[in-house]
């Protein structure tokens, strides 16, 4: 349930699952021993998972960050966008803004290269910013700003202030004054809940029976 995204506040929303397998990946490289005992529970649990989720979790509209943000912020085919961040939230929000003179400021210039690379493969593309100036003269001219930093990262005084005021501003780590938040998502996220109930209920439905066939046999295909 929790990696079908079935326990998140945006109920059946997609990061939820990339997050848990990179989860995964660092606990291989930190604690292989610990890794190995749970492989075949985790090659179990990502089969489940996909399972369920083209089944029953497929086209409910607006269950990502990425395009929940894009509903929110609806950009217009003249706005200049930056993002700050180059992390597993900006991986789902970047590509929806692409189109709109997108910019990416992140302090790893490694996590710029690796976002460029996977935005490429649907051949989406932005402008990195590999330094403070470049970003205060690009959030001069944005229109549009997102903050998909941590709440706990706080970003220079010089930063902020370089933000334009006219500047529609979303800021995913947290409840900030006079900015767009993770609440205004989740509201977005509320008018859709109606259109998603059902395919919930049928998803939450064969988690269960899943678990029950997992408990009672090895193979899940079972008579």
Known sequence: ????????????????????????????????????????????????????????????????????????????????VVVLGAGQISKTVAPYFAEFNLKVWNRSPERLVELKQQMARKHNTFVPLLGEDELTEALATATIVILATPADITLPSSVMSAISKSARILHLGGEFKHCLSLTDLFEIDREQAKVREKQVTQALDACHERALLRSLSKSIHIS
Not at 12 to 21: L, S
Not at 28 to 42: D, I, N, P
């Open 1 to 80: 349930q929790f990696a079908c995204g079935l326990e998140s506040r945006v109920q059946g929303e997609t990061d939820v699952f990339g997050q848990v397998k990179n989860a995964f990946r660092e606990l291989q490289e930190t604690k292989l021993e610990l890794a190995q005992s749970l492989r075949g529970y985790f090659s179990a649990w990502l089969e489940d998972t996909k399972e369920i989720r083209s089944q029953f979790l497929q086209g409910i509209g607006g269950n990502n960050y990425g395009a929940l943000s894009r509903r929110l912020l609806n950009p217009q085919s003249t706005d200049s």
